[in-house]
């Protein structure tokens, strides 16, 4: 049994959810979208969602039922306060910016890395801290993802992309004898 699907789901004021082939959330921040699975039953009862498997003997039906609980929930959250991930940028002459939908890193290449900001996100750079913002989390952390993969930390002097709070394990390096 999925402790994460057995829990329930309040819809909060001023939300709207409907699921018809697929499942659409709409809050005073905006709305969204996602397609409903056919071995996962999601029904609305007195202003809850309620998810559970087709088949409880289906393994692959027990698996989407946790998953799609902490979809909607994510869902739900989301369109009342957006998901914020923070980056900083560690090492001489790094430095980001934003012009327009594109997100330029000069991050020790010989060129600068450019990345489309994709649309439904807000992308701000202060100092050396890269802020994503939007509602929708799985859009947030895969774009915050894509820019730490553009030059990760590395563990000699932790130059590099990281996340605000992470801890890089640093190695000793070389020794004079």
């Known amino acids: 049994m999925s402790r994460v699907g057995k829990q329930l789901l309040h819809i909060p004021p001023k939300t ?25 039953r999601i029904t609305i009862e007195e202003g809850r969602v309620v998810v559970s498997p087709v088949n409880m003997h289906d393994r692959l039906s027990r698996a989407l039922w946790g998953t799609y609980a902490s979809h909607i929930k994510n869902m739900l959250r989301g369109v009342h ?14 430095r980001a910016s934003v012009s327009g939908t594109t997100l330029e890193l000069l991050v020790g290449f010989s060129h600068p890395v450019r990345m489309e900001i994709p649309e439904g996100l807000e992308v701000t750079v202060e100092k050396n801290v890269i802020s994503v ?26 130059k590099g992309i990281r996340y605000q709070g992470e801890y890089i394990i640093r190695k000793q390096g070389k020794r004079a004898a």
């Not at 697929?22 to 699975?37: N, W």
């Not at 913002?133 to 932790?158: C, H, M, S, T, W």
Request: proline share 9%; glycine share 12%; charged share 35%.
């Open 16 to 40: 709207e959810v409907s699921v018809d082939g697929e499942i659409v959330v709409k809050g005073p921040m905006g709305e969204l979208r996602r397609p409903a699975h056919p071995r996962v």
């Open 81 to 94: 306060e957006p998901y914020e991930k923070k980056l900083e940028i560690e090492g001489i002459g790094y």
């Open 133 to 158: 913002k939007g509602i929708d989390k799985e859009l947030v952390g895969q774009f915050a993802a894509n820019v730490r993969a553009v030059r990760k930390p590395e563990p000699y002097k932790g």
